[in-house]
């Protein structure tokens, strides 16, 4: 049979004819007439679901957690914002994806939520819960749920389950003060709440508000914190989600909803009445993949504005700002147009954050940012990568989130110069250099090629990289025309963007999307191996003989430059892995000056090598 929750409301409607009071439910108490409460209701009269008598306590192992993939997330989400709180129905369906049976599944809360009721096929089943420390959700701890299984779970086999919860979700910064965050600065990164106020709940690595299955980490313990969430990202990026949203109210009702990236507008079914009766409001997300990200709950009241391809909706008190931020959508608009076109697949919608010092964050077509007031041109580097989502998709994440980064860059290149935007680079090559393997050639470490990344460094910052160094190899004419080009549809095998830069540029690129693209052949690792400048036969000039070697991992294609007081000539070399490649420069002037790399490639260690000449040397 199937069951349902539901806010069962003792509610006085009031109407132009009259008030008339409704009957109560049978489970609402006489003393407290008028007042809203969450039920588990039964259709066909059953029983309610209750929760059986939970085992004593029982650990899972690391093992278990990694082997649960979810591949379905139906939520039935009910929420009492005066009092924080949240009652939840989940219908998921899980796979098992570990090599061995699993005889008991560990499914995961945020530690202020409470598992109430876990059925399988119909029948309530034992479990026990406990809470573990894990950083993932914002109070730095998570309520687990351990259910033993009438019949063990195969290797790929796949279950079905029924599960129940509630339990608060205010405001936390938890796990950020215990590592020494000052509170104003936790609390402005971890906003996620349910509060009459606001309600934002981000989802995997901020709050835990649906069933996850996650390895516990902590945010000091190194880069593991956002290695497991990537992980659980890609575990969970095949997954269909539904959501039903019920919201009471009794200040200003709710007229915008966010679900899952999706902007949907909403009005109350019933308005607040006599004797503190909150009015509802619902909404409904329709059936949905999930992709590289979490689901997400957002309900608020906002006031909308739009122009230029963005749509704006602001607290009543910043209604006034929104035109900031059209008139900072027109500014970047002729840089993304001509590298990505000039036809938008959607509308990017910027959503107001309750404090001024919220940290923004990027929900699909959305961005929750602080509608402040400002100059335009203060808002462009913000909004250049959340507008490039609108002109450029793909379903590959190094495409997806990789383009938009690029166009950051080449926003900071045009309004602050190429050095600065390669410095910015430069600034994130560390946590690349520390990902990549050591031995990429040797390790086998495929999961982590481009192309079917999983973490940021990679399909963020290392697709940056790839972008400026295709600049090199097919010029910006060519990388631009592809990027326009490319068809996210018929790209099925992940090769598309290499086929459609070939056609444009005329240039066969195999090489380098196999070592930067298809593998993860970790970096290169350049130096200057010689240089040998002689006097030519030419009065005044000379020919300089430069060794470039490579002992890192990857191909790469680089500028080499030879500079005197008033020449530099350059060439692009291709120095393959392990290996040492010289060339001969022709120079008017006496050399001063050898230059390998300048940045824009990523090396293991420093990305610009410069050497020196002495007159001595470069006379002989």
């Not at 259910?147 to 389950?161: N, Y």
């Amino acid at each position: 049979m199937k069951y349902s929750w539901f806010a069962a409301v003792a509610v006085g409607l009031v109407t132009s004819a009259g008030a008339q009071q409704a009957t109560p439910p049978a489970d609402v108490p006489a003393e407290h007439p008028g007042t809203v409460i969450f039920s588990r209701s039964v259709e066909d009269g059953e029983a309610p679901v209750k929760q059986v008598p939970a085992t004593a306590e029982v650990r899972a192992t690391d093992g278990e957690r990694e082997a649960i993939t979810f591949l379905t997330y139906d939520l039935d989400v009910h929420l009492q914002p005066r009092e924080h709180a949240m009652a939840v129905r989940a219908n998921v369906t899980v796979r098992n994806d570990s090599s061995s049976a699993l005889s008991r599944l560990a499914l995961q809360l945020s530690s202020s939520l409470r598992w109430t009721g876990v059925r399988v096929g119909g029948a309530p089943v034992a479990f026990s819960q406990q809470v573990v420390n894990s950083d993932i959700d914002h109070t730095g701890a998570l309520q687990e749920a351990v259910i033993p299984l009438a019949r063990p779970l195969g290797p790929q086999e796949s279950l079905s389950l029924d599960l129940t919860y509630e339990g608060t979700a205010a405001l936390s910064a938890n796990r950020l003060e215990q590592i020494g965050t000052p509170a104003d600065i936790a609390e402005a990164s971890d906003w996620d709440r349910v509060s009459e106020e606001f309600v934002g709940l981000r989802g995997f690595g901020n709050v835990a508000w649906y069933p996850v299955a996650s390895v516990p980490v902590a945010l000091g313990d190194g880069a593991k914190f956002f290695t497991e969430a990537a992980a659980e990202r890609q575990r969970q990026s095949q997954a269909t989600v539904t959501m039903r949203v019920t919201e009471e109210f009794f200040g200003e009702a709710p007229n915008l909803a966010v679900l899952d990236g999706e902007v949907l507008a909403v009005t109350p079914t019933s308005l607040p009445a006599a004797a503190g009766v909150p009015g509802i409001v619902s909404c409904t997300l329709p059936a949905a993949k999930l992709g590289l990200a979490s689901p997400s709950l957002f309900l608020l009241a906002r006031t909308g504005r739009e122009g230029n391809g963005v749509k704006v909706f602001a607290r009543t008190e910043d209604v006034a700002n929104a035109q900031v931020y059209l008139s900072a959508a027109s500014i970047v608009a002729p840089l993304i147009n001509h590298w990505l076109g000039n036809e938008p697949r959607g509308e990017l919608n910027i959503v107001d954050l309750p404090e001024g010092e919220d940290a923004p964050f990027e929900d699909g077509d959305v961005l929750f940012a602080n509608i402040r007031a400002t100059e335009p041109g203060k808002l462009t580097d913000a909004l250049i990568h959340s507008l490039s989502h609108l002109y450029f998709r793909s379903p590959y994440a190094w495409l997806q989130e990789g383009v938009p980064s690029f166009m950051g860059s080449l926003w900071m290149e045009q309004n602050r110069g190429r050095d600065v935007a390669i410095q910015q680079m430069d600034n994130t090559r560390g946590a690349l250099s520390l990902a990549e393997p050591g031995d990429g050639a040797s390790t086998g470490m495929d999961h982590q090629a481009l192309l079917v990344a999983r973490d940021p460094v990679y399909y963020r910052t290392k697709a940056t990289y790839v972008f400026w160094m295709l600049r090199d190899l097919a010029g910006d004419n060519a990388l631009a025309r592809a990027l326009r080009a490319y068809q996210p549809g018929s790209d099925t095998a992940g090769t598309g963007f290499e086929q459609v830069l070939a056609q444009a540029s005329g240039k066969d690129l195999k090489w380098f999307f196999d070592d930067w693209v298809y593998h993860d052949r970790g970096l290169p690792d350049l130096s200057i191996a010689g240089v040998f400048p002689n006097k030519a036969s030419v009065p005044g000039s000379y020919i300089v003989a430069v060794d470039v070697a490579n002992s890192g991992t990857a191909a790469a294609q680089v500028p080499v430059s030879v500079s005197s007081g008033t020449t530099t000539v350059t060439e692009m070399l291709r120095i393959p892995a392990k290996s040492r490649v010289s060339h001969r420069f022709v120079l008017q002037g006496q050399p001063v000056e050898v230059a390998v790399n300048d940045g824009t490639v990523p090396e293991v260690e420093a990305s610009v090598h410069k050497q020196t000449l002495t007159v001595k040397a470069a006379s002989e």
